[in-house]
């Protein structure tokens, strides 16, 4: 259904399933294996796991062989350790001496002396005590800096391989579809082709010190229902090869990704975790993938006590098992005795147990765990896990994140602005700066007696540091929930006494009900939580000019805010969980030491009515004359302003390609403010007929170029055919030859209306939709592309990355 060439084998009609090539070491080690042996190695054990959830369902799962001695639960050995320094607070030199020796007893005190993989959260920076907390990866993807990226990966690698952890179960590459969803903000953005060239990026940084990348969650998961978090999704197969796979094809081809990880969700009645086709048949077949599946926390397990689909453990672990899931975490619910007893009563074919026990030996070859010297040397004495050079791109990279949506000249702030009220429940809390998956956020809140452990200043203590001459008032006003407005008149007062006034707002992520984004907080409203909207419709009553700051983990329905008109703040700036240097980055835009360059990896909303929403709509999935609601977003997927501005010019398109082939697109950008400034040049194309529908503009390629006054750089993109490509009726991802528009914008709702010309030439008229609002933006007229040739059926030899030169 889902494939674009015939499958030659199916292991779910085969009697036996296909055994990957091992070496002799491997193959030795588990021909020696008794059941217990191999069960054992299928499961993780969770390390100090108390009352804090930090999963879902998390108390209900807690299962009997958490208790009892250690060396008793890991007899016949153990495959994964989960979260050894990111359950509760440990000293990690303290942990890493702990670990150490753990490791030397497994290898000496069990039978077939083999370590176990230790695992990881790591989504914002490794998640343990004093570890550096990065942005969140919606602010990846707002920064469009995949290089940035993988730098931010190579370094939480290093953290990692020093401390022992061999796994981190990151990125997300589950592609936006509706912002109520409570796991936006560890998403990186609503377009396939952003999500798969940041999350490669972070993929081959993480991988690149040692460290196997875990990609989550395949497949279809953000698709869920009015985005509730595990609710049914209803994605056809097309929607699910072209829009949910290509991110994870993506690292997987280009980035070499070792593990992927389940997504909880079903799709059309069949869930993932139990669904043969897409863990077996897409994801190894057609993908390639050779590496080791983990389950999401409980998912096997869920399939009895969520899904109903099986009548046990048991038969949920074959399920499972036969399914494609290798590794069952965070513990062993079902791989273990209901395992054992489903292979011993002849129920479950032993070698689907021997194909994942295979897979997961090799995992631990490749990580040197089989190696006879594994942890023969000493734990590191000391270690830091929040270097200078981990200050430093936390900073870069939360600086190229932030998204200027308005701007009357407010911004950057005067220099006669000598007093600022500084307003908002985000103004003064390091909370607020970091994402759902931080230590901070995610282990911290159930341990106030810790400090971050680490250096990390709020938007008060950046923006004091940074106007050392102005007289800076706080005033709190608000909490991000609840409708306590007892706040209100002192804030007021403040606003009315300054010369102006920065209200901070947002959110405060969490889970399950803890916060207000997060795993599990999901919302109904796209509104700013609790009063925080009054608050700022308070501030601006005073006649001071306001400038609002958001620090959110989704994109909220804030047209109230924008385009002011003297009723409204004078700009809107947008940051999504900024992490430890987020503070200082938001200083540095507001200041003006730094000039904004992100733009919205999302749509900003209309309204939650208006969801779900994507930039990736065909003709009928926008505004038109037969309904009347309008869906478009107030800012479009792309959109920033800066400080300075930016000129096309030169615009080049090849006339024709082959399906099969490439064409190149070019222009001249220059730089016509007075300040230097980073532009995101983003190249759009739209299949004008095509034998299914198709979206009214599609990211082919994108590229950050950093001007000073003046400048001008010619930039070129290699672009392949194959980024038009798409799922036929048939279910086969084909090029088809026919007429393209190609054009370059500052975002994706800066289409110009089209007129068919001849090849070579083009159109020349750029006029907006009637829907579209007139909103700050730049771009060249689009032109045709023939592209020629046989309907060219897309296979793993073709390209599907865009390649930028500069001039």
């Known amino acids: ?61 807690g299962g009997a062989e958490r208790s009892g001695a250690l060396t008793e639960i890991t007899r016949h050995g153990i495959g994964h350790y989960t979260r050894v320094y990111g359950t509760r607070p440990v000293e990690p030199v303290d942990r890493a001496a702990w670990l150490w020796a753990e490791q030397r007893r497994l290898k000496t005190e069990t039978r077939l002396g083999i370590p176990a993989i230790v695992h990881e959260e790591c989504l914002t920076g490794l998640a343990a005590w004093k570890a550096a907390t990065f942005p969140t990866p919606l602010a990846w993807g707002a920064s469009f800096d995949p290089e940035l990226v993988a730098e931010m990966g190579a370094l939480i690698g ?14 997300v590459l589950d592609v936006i579809r509706d912002p109520r969803w409570g796991r936006v903000d560890e998403c990186i953005g609503e377009d396939p082709y952003l999500v798969g060239t940041v999350g490669t990026a972070y993929v081959q940084g993480l991988q690149s010190e040692g460290v196997h990348a875990t990609l989550k969650h395949f497949l279809g998961y953000s698709a869920s229902r009015a985005g509730r978090n595990h609710a049914p999704v209803s994605a056809g197969p097309r929607e699910i090869a072209d829009v949910f796979l290509p991110p994870f094809e993506m690292a997987i081809r280009d ?20 669904d043969p086709e897409l863990l077996t048949d897409v994801l190894r077949e057609r993908l390639g993938f050779d590496g080791v599946v ?8 869920f399939l009895e006590v969520m899904h109903a689909v099986a009548a046990d453990r048991g038969e949920a672990a074959e399920l499972a098992l036969k399914a494609g899931i290798d590794v069952e975490l965070p513990t062993g619910d079902a791989y273990l005795a209901p395992l054992i007893e489903r292979v011993r009563t002849g129920e479950l074919d032993e070698a689907y147990l021997d194909r994942a026990v295979i897979r997961v030996l090799m995992q631990k070859e490749q990580l040197g765990l089989l190696d006879p010297g594994a942890f023969d040397g000493e734990p590191p ?112 007062q ?78 809107v700036l947008q940051a999504f969980f900024p992490g430890e240097a987020g503070g200082t980055a938001i200083a540095d835009v507001l200041t003006g030491a730094t000039s904004p360059s992100g733009r919205m990896p999302v749509s900003l909303p209309r309204s939650a009515g208006a969801q779900p929403y994507s930039y990736l709509h065909p003709v009928l999935g926008g505004p038109s004359d037969v309904t009347s609601t309008d869906p478009t977003p107030v800012r479009p997927f792309g959109f920033g302003l800066s400080y300075t501005s930016f000129e096309y010019a030169d615009f080049a398109v090849d006339a024709e390609a082959t399906t099969a082939g490439h064409f190149s697109v070019s222009v001249t950008v220059t730089n016509t403010g007075q ?61 088809e ?65 865009v390649e930028v030169s500069f001039e």
């Open 255 to 274: 980035g070499g990704v070792r593990s992927v990880m389940n997504s909880y969700a079903e799709i059309d009645g069949v869930p993932v975790a139990s």
């Open 294 to 301: 983990v389950a999401d926390y409980f998912a096997v397990a």
């Open 675 to 735: 300040r230097e400034g980073a532009d995101v040049v983003q190249v759009y194309g739209r299949d004008l007929v095509a034998s299914v529908t198709r979206p009214v503009a599609q990211l082919l390629g994108y590229a950050r170029v950093t001007l000073t006054p003046g400048q001008s750089r010619r930039v070129s993109f290699d672009v392949p055919a194959s980024r038009f490509a798409f799922t036929d009726r048939h279910g086969t991802r084909i090029v």
């Open 381 to 492: 004495a000391e270690i830091d896990l929040d270097t200078p050079r981990h200050r430093d791109v936390a900073r870069r990279l939360a600086a190229q994140s932030l998204v200027l949506l308005s701007n009357d000249g407010a911004l950057p702030l005067a220099s006669t602005a000598r007093r600022i009220a500084l307003i908002g429940p985000n103004a003064d809390r390091t909370d607020a700066l970091q994402g759902c998956y931080s230590f901070a956020n995610h282990v911290l809140a159930h341990h106030p007696g810790y400090e971050n452990g680490f250096e990390i200043p709020t938007v008060r203590e950046a923006l004091t540091e940074a106007l050392p001459d102005a007289e800076i008032v706080h005033v709190r006003g608000s909490d991000v929930e609840g409708d306590d407005r007892s706040g209100f008149a002192a804030a007021a």
């Open 494 to 571: 403040a606003a009315a006494d300054a010369d102006v006034a920065i209200v901070v707002v947002g959110d405060q992520a969490g889970l399950f009900g803890r916060g207000t984004v997060g795993e599990g907080n999901d919302v109904e409203s796209l509104n700013l939580p609790g009063v925080q909207r009054e608050l700022v419709e308070h501030l601006t009553a005073t006649g001071t000019p306001v400038i609002m700051v958001l620090i959110t983990g989704r994109p909220y329905a804030i047209e109230w805010a924008l385009d002011a008109d003297g009723t409204r703040p004078a700009a």
């Open 158 to 171: 290093e953290s990692m391989r020093q401390l022992g952890i061999h796994q981190g179960l990151a990125p």
């Open 737 to 801: 030859p026919g007429d393209v528009a190609v054009w370059i914008g500052s975002y994706a709702a800066a289409t110009p209306a089209l007129e068919r010309g001849d090849a070579t030439g083009g159109v020349i008229v750029n006029a907006r939709d009637r829907h579209e609002r007139e909103i700050p933006g730049h771009a060249t007229p689009a032109r045709i592309l023939s592209i020629v040739g046989d309907v060219h059926p897309v296979t793993a030899a073709d390209a599907r990355l």
């Open 1 to 61: 259904m889902l494939d674009d060439t015939p499958l030659e084998t199916s292991l779910m009609t085969a009697d036996i399933p296909a055994f990957p090539v091992a070496s002799e070491r491997v193959s030795a080690l588990a021909a020696q294996m008794t059941l217990e042996e191999k069960s054992a190695q299928l499961v993780g054990y969770w390390l100090d796991q108390g009352g804090e959830v930090v999963a879902p369902m998390q108390n209900e799962m």
